[in-house]
């Protein structure tokens, strides 16, 4: 049984930090890319980044790049997101999901999400 288990959420001032961990169980790790992707109320998903867990290639929408770095470490079979300089806009549930072979446009696993709100 897969599990992807998210961990970090929270309430943060604009300007901030916080790190989001995904621990993953019951796959392959290294057959698979990681990462996360953000939901607001009443809006469609959107990605936020992936990492491919055993080459460690990384993507990242464009509205987060040099705010937010993904890293794995696959000894520990977890995905982290290391999110710097929130925005309120970045106010959302962060999923945690994982796709086989591919780029995370279509995941294959979700976990529960967390809640990331930042105040202005």
């Known amino acids: 049984q897969v599990q992807l288990v998210e961990s970090g959420g929270g309430l943060v001032q604009a300007g901030g930090s916080l790190r989001l961990s995904c621990a993953a ?3 392959t790790f290294g057959s698979y890319t990681g990462g996360w992707i953000r939901q607001v109320p009443g809006k469609e998903r959107e990605f936020v980044a992936s990492i491919k867990w055993s080459a ?7 509205f987060v790049k ?5 890293s794995r470490d696959n000894a520990k079979k977890t995905v982290y997101l290391q999110m710097n300089s929130l ?12 796709e086989y072979g591919g780029r995370l446009s279509t995941p294959d696993y979700w976990g529960q999400g967390t809640q990331v709100t930042v105040s202005a």
């Open 87 to 98: 925005k309120p806009e970045d106010t959302a549930v962060y999923y945690c999901a994982a």
């Open 66 to 70: 040099g705010r937010f770095t993904i």
């Open 56 to 62: 460690g290639i990384t993507e990242y929408a464009d």
């Open 25 to 27: 169980s019951g796959l």
